[in-house]
């Protein structure tokens, strides 16, 4: 069982991972612990002995180890039975004198030899997992995974295939494309009530400590309504897996990400916090009551938006830059017709007015559609502020940022890949320096990333020695030096092609 690792970027670990970095074997069990009842799982296996039929589903160690294997179905399982062979897993962890008092249980070493050897079945990749797994754990039938984490399972897809059309085929079609989007809607949703700021820190410990059981459904089904689209707006998922959020001209207000922000607040506080909202909401009256409560709080935001000439349609999901908004909202509105919605049709002068306002687009550091990987919480704040800031209209933060970016993603790929000892003994205690990394990285390319994107990062690293690594650097600049637009852009444009590939690694 030595040989067999957990997976750290299983599923049921995507909530914890916002608060902090699951980077090995010891992290993942104790989050494992916290969140997955896996102490009610070793006493089972005390009570009645490890069914030797449960098989682990795992693949060969993905950073090239040799010897050993990870499992990607049979997590919590693992960590009972490596628990129960060594309590001292958890030392230091508030669970532990919990797991140690199972040794002195009666059935204690006739249940251990039950689990000295487990069956596993060693598959080549998690692609030909896919469809397994999907219809174990995202099937109505069998709800072993809770529906956030359902819909982190198949968020992961997406960050390599990158459509909901892509990943319904990874996973040979054992999942209809709306109960695919249903799944990645509640996850999406939730994430997005996570990161809102409103949030004390008794609060937001309380949502992440729930986030299994937090009631998501109450306000999907409460959003979902023909009041609620009508009267406030339509928010549901694209074919990329992000939110979309519509005013229609029924609306009686218009929305945008800022008033988006508070409409979520407001339905997260009423059903999460305080459970305002039941179950199902079969009081109509008292919703339509609460729907007015909308119309009424939110109204001069409405009126403000009006000004601005957003006009009644707004996204916040961020599309393939190789498509226009135009072309997007117009392929959903043909899908939606497909499905029997009754989405009014929209006038050329409307369509005129997104174009203009898809002209307008601000562009951000990190777009929107880069998957940030949560191996790190570090990298995940520090990716997530970046999808925020303008990088045209603040330069000198944006340089700061794509250093600190580079550097983070760089250092934690060598410790994946096993280099950091070579690192070290190359550089010693300047193993540490961006400009040893950056040194590093390119003299050793084909042992950090995958065969294909090898040249591509090698030429950007080059390049940010070579010619741009002063602008990365502005504790070394003179006073006169100013940065231009344009060499943020290219700086931009190389931490891009360096993190796209560095990402897949995470």
């Given at each position: 069982?030595?040989?067999i690792?957990l ?8 909530g914890?991972?916002k608060?902090?970095?699951?980077t090995?074997q ?6 494992l612990?916290?969140?997955a ?5 070793c006493l089972s296996i005390?009570n ?21 294997i990870?499992?990607i179905e049979g997590n ?9 062979l060594k309590?001292a ?21 006739e249940?251990?030899?039950t689990?000295?050897?487990?069956s ?8 030909e997992?896919a469809?397994y ?6 099937s109505?039938?069998?709800?072993r995974?809770?529906?956030?984490t359902?819909?982190?399972?198949l968020?992961?897809?997406?960050f390599e295939y ?5 990943v319904k ?8 494309k709306?109960?695919i ?5 509640h996850f999406?949703?939730?994430e997005?009530i996570?990161n809102l700021e ?10 992440m ?8 459904g109450?306000?999907i089904?409460f959003?979902s ?10 928010i549901?998922?694209s074919d ?7 005013s229609?001209p029924?609306?009686?207000l218009?929305?945008n990400?800022?008033t988006?922000?508070?409409?979520l607040?407001?339905?997260a506080?009423d059903?999460?916090i305080?459970e305002?909202l039941?179950?199902?909401q ?15 709080e939110?109204k001069?935001?409405?009126n403000e ?23 997007l909202?117009?392929e ?7 499905e ?5 049709s929209f ?12 002209r307008k687009?601000?562009?951000k ?5 880069i ?12 990716c ?8 045209k ?17 760089l ?7 096993n280099?950091?000892?070579?690192l070290?003994k ?6 540490n320096?961006?400009a040893?990394?950056?040194?590093f990285v390119?003299?050793?390319?084909n042992?950090i ?8 990062v ?11 690594k002063?602008?990365?650097n ?7 030096q100013i ?6 852009e290219?700086?931009r ?13 995470l």
């Open positions: 069982m030595s040989s690792d997976d750290l970027t299983n599923p049921r670990l995507a914890i991972v608060r902090q970095a699951i090995n010891k992290d993942a069990v104790i989050a612990t916290k969140s009842e896996v102490h009610s799982l005390i009645n002995g490890y069914h030797p039929d449960e098989v682990l589903i795992a693949i060969n160690d993905e950073t090239g180890k040799s010897n050993r990870t499992v919590r399982r693992l960590s009972a039975c490596k628990l129960l309590p897993l958890l030392k230091g962890s508030p669970e532990y004198n919990k797991f140690q008092r199972l040794t002195k249980h009666d059935n204690y070493k249940s251990i030899e689990i000295k050897k487990l596993v079945v060693i598959l080549n990749n998690r692609s997992a469809s797994l999907a219809s174990k754990h995202t109505d039938s069998i709800r995974w809770s529906p956030y359902q819909g982190a399972y968020r992961g897809f997406l990158k459509s909901v059309d892509k085929v990874i996973l040979r079609n054992s999942m209809p709306n109960k989007k249903e799944k990645l809607f999406e949703l939730t997005e996570l409103c949030w004390n820190e008794k609060e937001l410990d309380f949502l400590d729930n986030i299994d059981r937090l009631n998501v109450a306000i089904r959003i309504t023909s009041e609620f689209v009508n009267t406030v707006c339509d549901k998922i990329f897996g992000q939110l979309s959020i519509t229609k029924t609306s009686k218009l929305v990400k800022k988006f922000k508070k409409v607040e407001k339905l506080r059903t999460l305080h305002r039941n179950t199902r079969e009081n109509k009256e008292l919703m339509s009551k609460y729907l007015n409560e909308f119309v009424n939110f001069n935001d409405s938006i009006e000004s601005e000439e957003t006009d009644f349609i707004f996204t916040s999901a961020s599309y393939p830059e190789n498509k226009s908004h135009t072309t909202v117009n959903d509105r043909k899908e939606s017709k497909d029997g919605d009754n989405m009014p006038s050329e002068e409307s369509n005129k007015k997104i174009t203009k306002l898809a687009k601000v562009e550091l990190l777009p929107q559609s998957l940030i990987p949560r191996a790190n919480t570090k990298l995940l704040n520090i997530t502020e970046a999808q925020k800031l303008s990088y209209t603040n330069l000198y933060s944006s340089s700061l940022m794509i250093r600190a970016i580079l550097e983070i993603t250092k934690i790929v060598i410790k994946r890949k280099q950091f000892s070579e070290k190359i550089y010693k205690e300047r193993a320096d961006f040893s990394i950056l040194n390119e003299k050793n390319t042992k990333v995958d065969d294909e994107d090898v040249k591509i090698r030429h950007a690293v080059s390049d940010l020695q070579k010619q741009s002063e602008l990365l502005l504790t070394n600049h003179e006073d006169s940065l231009t637009e344009k060499e943020v290219h700086v444009a190389k931490m891009l092609e360096i993190i796209t590939a560095s990402f897949k690694q």
